[in-house]
């Protein structure tokens, strides 16, 4: 391939598949809008009970402050 062409190939890759692949996620979030913003909005259950965590939560009362 001569140079200008593989410069041109090089400014494509760089910058229009970029662009394109940017397009087609942003559609895809957009077609999905109402999906995504349920779920933002809805409640999530927990992985996992305050059990697996609690003990590493600083608490006052258990701490030796001045």
């Given amino acids: ?8 190939a090089n400014l ?4 229009d598949i970029p ?3 940017q397009r087609i ?9 109402d999906t995504h913003e349920a779920r ?4 999530i259950a927990a992985d996992f009970d305050e059990s697996a965590y609690a003990q590493s939560i ?3 009362d ?3 402050v001045a």
Avoid: E, N, T, Y
């Avoid at 494509?12 to 910058?15: I, T």
């Avoid at 996620?25 to 809008?33: I, Y």
């Fill in 58 to 60: 600083w608490q006052r």
């Fill in 40 to 43: 933002i909005h809805g409640d």
């Fill in 25 to 33: 996620s942003c559609d895809l979030f957009l077609a999905d809008l």
């Fill in 12 to 15: 494509a890759f760089s910058g």
């Fill in 62 to 64: 258990r701490a030796d």
């Fill in 19 to 21: 662009a394109v692949v």
């Fill in 1 to 8: 391939m001569p140079q200008q062409q593989q410069k041109r």
